[in-house]
């Protein structure tokens, strides 16, 4: 028995069985029925989605004796048989891809000269024309500007772009889409059935998309999977024989970075690469991969996803589980990668470094910023040297002290696998008397701070490695006094140290007047509800900061929206001069007497 392939055995002989173009099927069957032809036809787009195809089916049918009501060709006439049995005369084809020379033109438009024998129309069906010679091009418009009466030309092409204006003004431009993986899939399991293959869906995904919207190439790839795998297409057989990285890494990757388990992901990625795939392709197969994560999240987008059902259920499942953020996050990550990896000299260690960053995306940060970029231990390292950086105008022993600190530290970090959030600074103030602080100092752990809150509490400064490890407490100041000057200083202070997360916030502290209303209560007046809210949730951090800062544990914080008339207007300059001259009597009379005006 004659192997046919299977791209040409299952060839749609009707625009019935034509996959996935039924927009375009139904204008053409809509002119076979009206008979309102052009004489020329443009057919683009990508290969493999069937423009030869309907070229030949719209050839047949219009030549068709008894047309169906639908346009469709009878497929019993004389001409139809001729048609079916490829044994028409009134059907010419041309690839001009490999015959586009002026002779092999000038040839085929000698044909266009003689009337039909059988049926009505010559069809001249040239593909891929944008590859005509410049001579073959010419000779070729010389019939398409006056052709005859009987005579009908398809073009087609995948560079739409490639075509002359003079050629495109004279056709009927039908644009061919690119076959969904759902089409594909669809097609390749009705194909299967007929030919007795048992498959795993999954499978045929991965067909689907190594074909890349081609129906052709899919049934190409089809036919070497169904006889690689004996008859039985199964996925594990198909990545093998495809050489496809198995998507089961990608869903595997996801979940171990949201676990946080980087040295699993580096075995995982030693593997794949130890298979021979490229760690380049890895992390842009995890792009793509994220990227439907990121789709499947929300309904809307959800059939976006050009995946099998199954996959789109697993999709949908991890979806649940990630963060709009770390999808996001992870995304630019890979990006970058993509961006940088051509020219990175070390292409493994780069797509290490992106797998880790992406693993600790969610990492719960341990000063408190909202994503634990960096790895801890360079973080670690990181605080370290800044505390040994920091004092400018310690004294010697504080001096000492500190470095007591940062080995202390240090060695809490070893051992504990954290952090050691750096509050040396408090340490160093608890032995000056008024702690010098640059603004781009550093703070201490907000986050434990409010851990701390929930958790019962144990002496309140753990966060603050030096008053475990230093003998600080008993000479430091418990009660000490300070002024609405230190208080304000302090706060501004506080609100440039707070971390990246609490941006927002920080931001409309700025403009809040802490006041000390009891000593050393301090009232902070807000402009509404939410602002209070935000603010009271943070309200034991921001006591805690001021309590060390100011050196007073006896510090209070108490939180009230503004009464309506309180409310500090934005005042104009006019306004706040005014404003002024209310008060003083004396600013409007010296306006007055010098008959100034406001600049
Ligand atoms: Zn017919």
Redesign the pocket.
């Known amino acids: 028995m004659e192997y046919i392939v299977s791209a040409r055995k299952y060839r749609p002989l009707s625009f019935d069985t034509v996959v996935g173009q039924a927009a375009l099927t139904t204008t053409l069957k809509n002119a076979v029925k009206s008979g309102k032809l052009a004489h020329a036809y443009l057919f683009c787009g990508p290969r493999g989605v069937g423009k030869t195809t309907c070229a030949r089916i719209f050839a047949?049918a219009i030549?068709?004796?008894?047309?169906t009501a639908e346009g469709e060709?009878?497929?019993?006439?004389e001409?139809?048989q001729s048609f079916n049995e490829q044994r028409s005369l009134n059907i010419f084809e041309l690839d001009a891809a490999s015959n586009n020379s002026v002779e092999h033109i000038k040839t085929l438009m000698e044909q266009t000269r003689i009337p039909p024998q059988l049926g009505r129309y010559k069809v001249f069906i040239i593909d891929e024309v944008h590859m005509l010679s410049t001579a073959a091009f010419n000779a070729f418009l010389k019939t398409l500007e006056e052709p005859p009466a009987h005579v009908i030309f398809i073009l087609a092409t995948t560079e739409k772009h490639k075509i002359l204006p003079t050629i495109l003004s004279r056709c009927q431009i039908y644009d061919f889409e690119r076959m969904t993986i759902r089409n594909t899939i669809d097609h390749l399991k009705h194909v299967a059935e007929q030919e007795g293959i048992t498959y795993e869906e999954q499978a045929l995904a991965v067909i689907a998309e190594k074909a890349d919207g081609g129906m052709r190439d899919a049934l190409s790839i089809f036919d070497q999977a169904a006889s690689f795998c004996q008859g039985n297409i199964t996925y594990e057989k198909v990545i093998e024989d495809l050489n496809v990285l198995d998507s089961e890494n990608y869903f595997k990757i996801i979940d171990l970075a949201i676990d946080n388990k980087v040295s699993d992901i580096m075995v995982l990625l030693n593997g794949v690469i130890n298979k021979g795939f490229d760690g380049g392709l890895l992390i842009q197969g995890l792009a793509k991969h994220v990227r439907n994560v990121l789709m499947a999240r929300d309904p809307q987008t959800l059939p976006l996803l050009e995946v099998s059902d199954q996959m789109r259920a697993r999709y949908e499942e991890q979806a649940k589980k990630c963060q709009i953020t770390f999808l996001y996050d992870a995304l630019k990550l890979m990006n970058q990668c993509d961006i940088n990896y051509r020219q990175s000299s070390n292409k493994r260690l780069l797509v290490e470094l992106t797998l880790i960053e992406i693993a600790q995306i969610t990492q719960p940060a341990e000063d408190g910023a909202s994503a634990g970029r960096k790895p801890r231990r360079l973080k670690s390292l990181f605080k370290n040297m800044i505390q040994q950086q920091k004092p400018k105008n310690a004294a010697p022993q504080v001096a000492a002290a500190k470095v007591a600190v940062s080995a202390a530290a240090a060695v809490t970090a070893e051992a504990t696998g954290e952090t050691q959030t750096a509050g040396s600074t408090v340490s160093e103030a608890n032995t000056t008397s008024k702690p010098k602080l640059s603004l781009g100092g550093i703070g201490f752990s907000w986050k434990k701070l409010r851990q701390q809150d929930n958790g019962p509490q144990k002496g309140g400064m753990q966060i603050i490695p030096g008053s475990i490890n230093m003998p600080t407490g008993q000479d430091t100041i418990t009660d000490a006094q300070f002024t609405q000057t230190d208080l304000e200083f302090q706060w501004m202070a506080m609100c440039n140290r707070m971390p990246q997360k609490l941006s927002g916030i920080a931001t409309r502290m700025k403009n809040m007047n802490p006041e000390i209303t009891e000593f050393p209560t301090v009232e902070v007046v807000v402009d509404n509800e939410l602002i209070k809210q935000e603010i009271e949730d943070i309200q034991k951090s921001i006591a805690k900061t001021l309590q060390i800062y100011l050196h007073n544990d006896q510090i209070q914080i108490t939180v009230r929206v503004a009464e309506q008339t309180e409310h500090v207007k934005i005042l104009s300059r006019r306004e706040q001069f005014e404003q002024m001259a209310e008060k003083n009597a004396a600013v409007a009379k010296l306006q007055q007497a010098f008959d100034l005006e406001l600049a």
């Open positions: 047949k030549n068709c004796q008894h047309p060709a009878c497929n019993e006439c001409s139809c």
